[in-house]
């Protein structure tokens, strides 16, 4: 790494030694320091705690090896030579050096800063719990689940005691019921406060204005009021054109392009369609350009009122923004209960947080972005008791924007006063965004919009890790191919530069394999079942040439697939380990079985019912049509007894009020599950024991498993298990053999659901959360297209992920219809010469 510079930012593409470097860094800073406890003055930041574990064991594990008299490994030559070379040192002074190091470190342990985000800033903020106003002793809230809950329970017990709280909750059951969207109340509610805990709506806060609910009635007044006035334009404008084309007698035939054209268009504007109104097609535009408004019929009344349409044309069109206000309008009317409900809420949850004197972990880098600004860091290190004179960041591009403001104070005093500090990250490795990662902030380094920019753009020193240590020739070379043509072909040029540094040079000299193999969906056979088959048969070939179990890692983007897969391969007797696959809750059979008992105690609720259809279907086998039913069900109302009678299930309904044992063992029988699977027999074992103490839980069975569901999981004792995890989880790992689950890889949807608008054109209102798909069509369209354009990213990165696990081989399934791959991120690969047409398969060696 060159040294020139003390702000280092290090790109490290996945198998590049992102660790090694991060450890010669640290290596080099206390290794050329004269005092053996400088080790105290850095601060290493990382985002998990296996991250901080292994910085940590890393460290050691080269002072000890420089320490030691025996023979070093290649390993610790490597790095020795390396240090060596860049300190300008002996090799005996290293080693000497490291002796006195590692006996400091080993005798004030606690003094090694190498911390996880979210422990260091709760560490400050214990710090300064008196300057933030916080009792020194609060608790420590990591899952803010339960308080949401909480919150959202004192709001609806206020229902029909506070007039605003009421009508307000009431007017937005109403529209939810009334435009057919997912009505649960308390669910609904929930999501909205859970919202209040991201970041996104803290840094949007100061600026959003106070409304009451009755604010928000008025505002929704006013917006109707508006929208009408803007439609009444469209109208009279639309219903001028008709009535001149009318009155001459004409119909749509005689008019270019007939229904297809400015008939058409005028029609949309008399009935107030506005959202035909926005996007005039080329056939509308025609008539302007080309002076086109005849058709074949060439009728000569139509040119006698042309130029007083085109008039009318060309007025509609110049009211396209009024349009488009009213368009966002007419859609931020029933969001506009989400904003009503905000001062709620914030009251709420700051009111039991004092109570129960506890704080949210996601509070602390609020209340710190808040506090302290860049001139009081020299403070901030002296109540920390240690003097930071170097920062490192690991993983930066998982940092939020909230987390990156937290340290960008720190990490500029360290660069100010002479002292080097190193960032390093992959933004083609950002899969976080969900949770508030902001990976353009790594992108768009050494800019951060602050003052301070000079000054790090000054001491910027960028380098490139474009070698691959992990992975084999022929996978290193699959991926390079892959993602350039992927990224170059599905992401918009403004995220293309996230794969500017895509291409690596491979350091492995191992035999690699790679392929992709795509089978024909089938409409009798579900996707798991299609692919599972080739996938186990694929395990058995590793394992018959050698391969441990432990060596081979099954990737999957979501846990019911994972959950699929490890119980199927238990059954056949392979050993697997996983964390979330494993769960009960996320079997596909338990789920049907559970849902079923919800069903069956609320038997009026669609929404029980509806899940419970949806959950059926992808278990059993129905002889009628799902999307039929669905629409039944919502149209007639119809109870859980009618939705059973027609989809002809003879359930033993004499059996409901029995034991949970013997509901569950009716049900199994009923839907023809296995009950030798493993998932339904660990959820017999789970509900025998439920009925052995249901006198002392005092709960009924589905509150008992809605409270310990998420640590159920099947038992797997074996040590040298395949592993099953979602790509998500596999961040940062690496198999000798991967294979990974890919049937359907689209993007069905934006990553975040809500977007912040700035200026919504509202005098009363300034600024409001609004939901993203609603912005189509209106004058904020473009935060759409941006939020879409940062989807594909996410999309790819997370394909990224997949494939760069991989050592030796590398396996990859997916699906077709019609011989063409179905998810359209890997379907440009057909047209590679190595395809093979006839095995719709690629093959790499």
């Known amino acids: 790494m060159n040294l020139k510079g003390n702000y280092h930012v ?43 574990a292994e910085m940590k064991n890393r460290i050691i594990h080269y002072l000890s090896g420089f320490a ?13 030579d390396l240090i060596s070379k860049e300190l300008e040192l002996k090799s005996t002074h290293i080693q000497n050096r490291s002796r006195l190091i590692l006996n400091a470190i080993l005798h004030d342990y606690s003094s090694l800063s190498i911390f996880t985000i979210d422990k260091f800033v709760h560490k400050l903020v214990r710090s300064f719990a008196s300057e933030l106003h916080l009792n020194p002793d609060f608790e420590v809230e990591i899952d803010s689940k339960q308080l949401v809950e909480r919150v959202v329970s004192e709001t609806l017990n206020k229902v029909g005691v506070e007039n605003d709280i009421t009508e307000l909750i009431l007017r937005y059951t109403k529209e939810q019921l009334d435009s057919d969207k997912y009505w649960d109340v308390t669910s609904s509610l929930e999501s909205i406060a859970a919202e209040l805990n991201g970041e996104e709506f803290h840094i949007h806060a100061r600026e959003l204005d106070n409304l009451s609910p009755s604010g928000i009635f008025t505002i929704q007044d006013e917006l109707r009021k508006t929208n009408t006035e803007i439609s009444d334009i469209a109208q009279k404008l639309g219903g001028k054109a008709m009535n001149l084309i009318k009155g001459k007698g004409l119909i749509s035939k005689d008019l270019a392009y007939g229904a297809r054209g400015v008939f058409d268009f005028f029609q949309a504007a008399e009935n107030e369609e506005l959202i035909k109104l926005i996007d005039p097609n080329s056939n509308v535009l025609k008539a302007i350009d080309e002076d086109k408004w005849q058709s074949g019929t060439k009728s000569p009344l139509v040119l006698d009122i042309k130029d007083e349409l085109l008039n009318i044309l060309l007025k509609i069109i110049d009211h396209k923004p009024q349009f488009r206000q009213a368009i966002f309008n007419q859609r931020l009317i029933p969001q506009l209960y989400r904003t ?58 998982d940092t939020s924007q909230l987390q990156w403001i937290n340290l960008l104070p720190l990490l500029e005093n360290s660069i100010a006063e002479g002292h080097a500090s190193l960032v390093v990250g992959d933004a083609k490795q950002s899969i976080y965004r969900f949770r508030g990662s902001e990976p353009s902030q790594f992108i768009n380094q050494p800019v951060n919009n602050r003052s301070t920019d000079q000054l790090l753009s000054a001491e910027f020193n960028l380098s490139v890790l474009n070698s691959n240590y992990r992975s084999a020739g022929t ?25 500017a540094d895509v291409s690596q040079t491979a350091e492995k000299d191992l035999d690699g394999f790679v392929s992709i193999v795509a089978i024909e969906k089938e409409e009798d056979i579900t996707i798991q079942e299609l692919l599972f088959e080739p996938i186990s048969r694929q395990i058995q070939d590793l394992l018959k040439k050698g391969a441990l179990p432990g060596e081979i890692c099954l990737l999957f983007r979501k846990n ?35 849902s079923t008992i919800k069903a069956m105690s609320n038997p009026f609720d669609s929404f029980y019912l509806q899940l419970w259809l ?54 199994i029988k009923c839907f023809g599950l296995n009950k030798e699977d493993v998932f339904i027999k660990c959820l017999l074992d789970f509900s025998l024991l439920y009925d052995e103490n249901a006198a002392y839980l005092k709960t009924s069975f589905i509150e008992h498993w809605d409270k310990q569901s998420q640590k159920l999981s099947i038992e797997n004792t074996a040590g040298n298990s395949i592993q099953i995890m979602t790509i998500h989880k596999s961040k940062g790992l690496e198999f000798p053999h991967v294979l990974v689950y890919l049937p359907e890889f689209q993007q069905r949807k934006t990553t975040k659901n809500l977007a912040w608008i700035d200026d919504t054109g509202i005098e009363s209102m300034s600024k409001t959360p609004v939901e993203v798909p609603s912005l189509k ?7 759409l297209d941006e939020e879409k354009a940062k989807t594909s990213v996410d999309l790819i990165n997370t394909l990224y992920v997949a494939l760069t696990r991989a050592k030796q081989t590398l396996n990859v399934y997916t699906t077709t219809k019609d011989g063409e791959i179905i998810p359209v991120p890997l379907r440009f690969v057909q047209n590679w010469e190595e395809w093979n047409e006839k095995s719709s398969s690629l093959i790499l060696k």
């Open 475 to 499: 996978i290193v070379q699959f991926n390079n191919r892959f993602f350039s043509e992927l990224s170059n072909t599905f992401l918009e040029k403004s995220e293309q530069e996230f794969y």
């Open 340 to 397: 009503g409900l905000i001062n709620e809420f914030q009251n709420l949850f700051t009111s039991i947080k004092e109570d129960e004197n506890q704080q949210l972990l996601s509070d602390f880098y609020r209340v710190l972005s808040d506090k302290f600004s860049n001139d009081q860091t020299p403070f901030i290190f002296e109540r920390l008791g240690n003097k930071y004179n170097h920062i490192l960041i690991d993983e930066f591009q």
């Open 614 to 667: 949806s959950r059926l279907s992808r278990v059993v086998k129905l002889n009628l049509n799902y999307h039929e039913i669905a629409i039944w069900l919502k149209t007639e109302k119809a109870s859980f007894h009618q939705l059973t009678s027609k989809l002809n299930l003879k359930l033993n309904e004499s059996t409901f009020n029995q034991n949970s044992f013997r509901v569950i063992w009716e049900l």
């Open 68 to 80: 030691s008299k025996g023979r070093l490994s290649p390993d610790h030559l490597l790095m020795l």
């Open 777 to 783: 069509g209106t004058n904020y369209e473009s935060v």
């Open 560 to 594: 019911t697939d994972a959950s699929y897969f490890a119980g199927r391969l238990l059954q056949l007797g392979f050993p697997v380990t996983s964390d979330e696959s494993l769960l009960l809750d996320h079997n596909p059979g338990v789920q049907l079985l559970i």
């Open 10 to 52: 290090c790109k490290s593409s996945a198998g590049s030694g992102k660790t090694f470097t991060l450890a010669k860094f640290y290596l080099s800073l206390i290794l050329k320091n004269p005092s053996q406890d400088y080790f105290r003055h850095i601060l290493a930041i990382t985002f998990t705690v296996k991250a901080a």
